[in-house]
Every structure is written in C-alpha cells, then in structure tokens.
C-alpha cells in the first residue's frame, strides 16, 4: 500500500514538475511542433487502417444479427455509426495509440535517463520534465481529437463499403442509417474521453519512462508497465466517463 | 571556487560518502581519483545537484548551493558545463543543434549569432565538418570534443567531467585531457574530473584528492603522489608491475 501511495506521489510530483512555468516558450513551441509530428501525424494510418477493417466487421456483424426481417436493413448503418462514435473511435483507438506512442513515449525518455541525457537537461538548468513532457501531453491532447473524428469517418466509410460489397444492406440503407436519429452529442462525449485518454496515454507513459533505474532492460520493462497502466486506466476512466456523461 | 564541507551521502541505507570537505581550486584542473565504486560519481552528483546529499554543505563562491530552491539552483546551474561519461549527447539532434541547445535555451542571440557560437566551440575542440552528423555517426573521441563544445557554449564558470577518458584509446584520451587543461586555463574555470586513469592524472592532475570506500583519504597534487605514505592510494596507483618496478626504481 505504502509502495503504491508513493507511486501516486511521484506521479503528482512529476505532473507539478511538467506544468511549471517553461523557459522559453519558442523552445517548447517548436518541441510541440515536433511531437505533433511524431505522435500525432505518424499515428494517422494505423488509426485509419484498424478504423475502417472495425467499421467493416461491425457492419457484417450487426447483418448477420439482424437477418429477421422485422429489423429494418438501416439498423446496420444506425448500429455501425453510433458504435464507432460512442466506443469505437475513442476507446478502442486509444488502446491502440497506448500501445504504439504509449511504448514511444516511455522508452525515448527511459533511455534519455539511462544515458544520462535528462541528467545533462537538468545540469544545463533546463527543467527536464517540463521540456520533455509538457510538449508530448499538448501535442497528443490537441492531435488525439482530430484521431478520433479521422476514426468516426473511415470506421463508418469502412462499414458502408463492407455492407455494400458483401451485398448485407444497399448502400441507400445504409446511409439512411448513418443520419437516423443522430445525436451530435454523442460526438463531444466521444472527443471528451479522448482527451482524458490522450492525458492518461502520455502522462502514465512518461511517468514510467522518467523514473527508469538501470539500463535497456529496465527501459523495456518501463515501455510495458506503461502500455499495460495506461490500457487498464483508459477502460477504468472509460466506465466513469460513460457514466458521468451519459447519465 | 567550490567548496564541499562534511558531505555525507548513503543509498538504502548504505554510506557511500562519508564526511568530505575539500576545496576545488578555480582555474585548476580538480581530479576526484579512487577505485570503481568507490564513490567518484556520487561525490561528484552531489556538487552538481544530481543527488541530494544527506549532510553537508556544497559552496559555489559564497552560495551555499545545496540548501538553494529549485528556481535558485537553475541560476547557479546555468554556470555550469558537463560532460558525462557517456557523452550525453541528445539522439534526435545534430551535432550543431546539441551545441546550440544550451544557446536555444539560455540567450536572446539571433540565429546567425548562435550559428557563429556554435561554430566557435565546435572549432575549439577540433571537431570540423560534423555539424550536421548524428550522435551515432560520431566516433567515441568525437562525442566527447562535442560533449564538451556544448559544456563551454556558454562560457560555464564551472565544468564537470565524469571520466572524460572512458572507452577511448590513450592517444585520444591525452587530447581530450590536453583540452579540458587548455580551457580550464583559457577561461580561468574551476573544472572537477573524476576519473580512475593515471595518465589523466599524471599529465593534467593540478589538484587531486583521493577518495577510498567513501572517506577522503588524500589529497595533493600530481608529483606528492608519487612519494605518498597512503596505503590504498599506493595500492591505486601502483596497481600494475610495470609501476610497481618503476617505484621501486625511483625510491633507489
């Protein structure tokens, strides 16, 4: 218990350290830059390929669960896209992102330790946990949004062209389906929990990267604790979020 | 000058320095010698800031700087240069963007101003035409001249090195040794080097303290070690036979 309470602590301690006022906001914009790059833009195709195969599968699913023919073809469409907006699009996306930039995050500043590199920031008077966190937490908090609207749209394309193909609903059907009874709101529940996922991804991963002991082994060891913690977070966080919001 | 009084560190519960009060003279070349483990890199983290020492006091001049806050040590930390055993040179940036990080961070110079600076420090250590290599396109003895241009890219007051020779053959260790000797001079810096190499000592060891399971056992310079009554610096020093035989020569 004592272990994990000062495990809570660093955190809080690290997080004070990361939201502190930056040394030059020029430095830290361009880092941003950089970041919105790295974790943002080169996260754009494995979100669309995994996106659009789950709008398929969820469309063939949803016509193969609904053959009855009580159950209007446009139920396919209507179940595709509120299952995209509500779960799909920002929970499922945000696992995906905890395992590729969340091991990312982790093992670029696990090295940074384990070579000494924070420990040159920290000598040249440069708040290390500022400089290397704060860039990577804005930058995913403002990109994971535009991730998840990316999602929203190629998962329900990707479920339109699977009904289509496979001859489970006309594509009319379909997009009958799609602008049945929306709820826009159903988008911003969506971008709200994508924006706690993004903190929860970033700032558990750089958590674990920050304190790293030892050398590549421990540097492995942190990569996974961080997917693992930030996966088991995100679907914690994703009951109380569903709960908060759409109660 | 820097002055360390009584500094007692320990991990877990194991002391690993024990009461050292020394003064590391400016413009002098200050060695930290003694065995691996022996307690060089903790003694030498403690001064910079790197760990916080149990007890004791760390003097910049007349800042008691271990005792200072965050914001406080930043001041003090931006005198200061540091070149780690492992270089520390950052992956993602060139050679011309780590020299010019320190600049990028610290000074409202131009691009062009900046750009001449870092040319200036990279030319100093004789590093020419690498400014836009990678980290890992560098030789060993290269990582360190850059290591140290981005120690001196703003003319520190202070400059650290944790065994600058480590890893590196003798003929590039002397350069980089004859280096540090010519700027510390150059820019009247108090400059502390931890290394276990009795070369390094023997050419550039100005002042040198001994240090042995974590106590201070001697201190000196490079021609009063060589008569020295201690133990284990003799045991340190005349580690191998060929030193062996060449003491046993010089006391005949």
Known sequence: MIKFLTLVGNYFILLKKVFSKPEKPSVYYKQTMRELVFLGLNSVGIIAIISFFMGAVITLQTAYNTENPIYPKYLIGLGCRDS????????????????????NIASEIGTMRVTEQIDALEIMGVNSASYLILPKLVATIIFNPILTLLAIAVGITGGGLAGWFSGVVTPE??????????????????????????????SISAFQGYYV????????????????????????????LTQLLLS | MITVKNLNKSFNGHRVLENISVVFETGKTNLIIGQSGSGKTVLLKSIVGLHDADSGEVWFEDTLFNKLPFLEKKVIRSEMGMLFQGSALFDSLTVEQNVQFPLD?????????????????????????????????????????????????????????????????????????????????EYSMTTIINTHDMNSVMEIGEKIIFISKGLKCWEGDKNEILISDCGPLNDFVFANSLAKRLRSEYRK
């Open chain 1, 84 to 103: 995209m907006i509500l779960e799909f699009s920002s929970t499922i996306s945000a696992l995906i992102l905890a395992g590729k930039i969340g091991s």
């Open chain 1, 173 to 202: 059907s379909y997009i009958y389906g799609i602008q049945y009874e929306f709820i826009p709101y159903y988008i911003t529940y969506s971008e709200i929990k994508t924006v706690f996922f993004a903190f929860i991804i970033t």
């Open chain 2, 105 to 185: 961070m610290f000074t409202n110079k131009t691009n062009e101003e900046k750009i001449e600076r870092v040319n200036f420090c990279l030319k100093r250590v004789n590093i020419l035409n690498s400014n836009q290599l990678f980290p890992s396109e560098l030789s060993g003895g290269m990582k360190k001249r850059v290591a140290i241009a981005r120690a001196i890219a703003l003319n520190p007051k202070y400059l650290f090195c944790d065994e600058p020779n480590s890893g590196l053959d003798p003929l590039t260790a002397i350069v980089i040794d004859e280096l540090i000797k010519e700027l510390t001079m």
């Open chain 1, 213 to 240: 002991e030892g050398g590549s082994l421990e540097v492995g060891k942190a990569s996974t604790k961080a997917v693992v913690y930030s996966s088991l977070l995100i679907l914690l966080f994703n009951v109380i």
